[in-house]
């Protein structure tokens, strides 16, 4: 039998987070997530979903039209077929993105697959679940990311940025957590410290605002 996944939804949108913000974008939401981000905008993907083959998804994905995709939840990496259809993407040609939230191992991920790995910091409420091994597979094209709630998560993300010389090894991205930390204030800490990290707001929300499917 071949493998499956339980997919919440299967998207087009504007890439709104990380290097590739404003490409279109297919988005693959697969269902899930073994943590509980206090500040999560996506608690909709924690239950139900499709069940749907690989070739399904990459077909669906395929008719869309568009290079970039986009897969994410949810967790990804706690279904383990996510890792094969990553695989399949890159051999279909997409140019492939990884959202994970650094909880679960990313060592089997496709070098062809671009990570984006958040490092969850203390106000989330799963900084325990940072997965420190992961720092070691992280390739230049990767993206580390913190998002942020408040001054203590700002700046216990500034020392691990420091700590395990993160900007000399791929983009470093601090994210406000949207309807929270005001963004203008996490720019000016960023400007104040002169930090090497690549400040970014979810350009989604800015066009749709905090809807599923978006
Ligand atoms: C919904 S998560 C799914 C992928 C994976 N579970 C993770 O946490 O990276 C995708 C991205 O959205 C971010 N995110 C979730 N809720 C947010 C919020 N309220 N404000 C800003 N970013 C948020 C996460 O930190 C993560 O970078
Ligand atoms: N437009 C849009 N861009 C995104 N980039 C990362 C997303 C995610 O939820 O992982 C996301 C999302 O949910 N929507
Ligand atoms: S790890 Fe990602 S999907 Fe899971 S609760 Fe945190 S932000 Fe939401
Ligand atoms: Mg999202």
Redesign the pocket.
């Known amino acids: 039998m071949s493998e499956t996944l339980k997919i919440k939804e299967i998207f087009l949108?504007?890439?709104?987070?990380?290097d590739t913000a404003g490409w279109p974008?297919v988005?693959v939401?697969l269902s899930g997530c073994p943590l509980r981000c206090r500040w999560c905008?996506?608690a909709y993907a924690f239950q139900g979903g499709e069940r749907l083959s690989l070739e399904a998804v990459v077909a669906r994905v395929g008719d869309y039209g568009v290079r970039h995709v986009?897969v994410?939840?949810g967790e990804p990496l706690a279904q383990p077929a996510c890792l094969a259809l990553l695989t399949r993407l890159a051999d279909a040609g997409f140019a492939v993105s990884l959202?994970t939230s650094g909880a679960l191992d990313v060592s089997g991920v496709d070098p062809r697959v671009v990570k984006v790995m958040d490092l969850k910091p203390p106000a989330s409420g799963e900084a325990a679940r940072n997965r420190w091994e992961n720092l070691a597979f992280l390739q230049p094209a990767d993206q580390v990311k913190f998002v942020i709630a408040d001054r203590g998560d700002y700046e216990w993300s500034r020392e691990q940025v420091a700590r395990h010389a993160l900007a000399g090894r791929c983009q470093v991205l601090f994210s406000p957590v949207a309807g929270e930390l005001p963004p203008r204030r996490l720019a000016e800490w960023i400007l104040e410290d002169r930090l090497p990290v690549r400040f970014q707001l979810?350009?989604?929300k800015l066009l749709w605002g905090d809807q599923p499917g978006?």
């Open positions: 949108s504007i890439q709104g987070e990380a974008t988005f939401r905008d996506t986009t994410t939840g959202e979810q350009l989604h978006r």
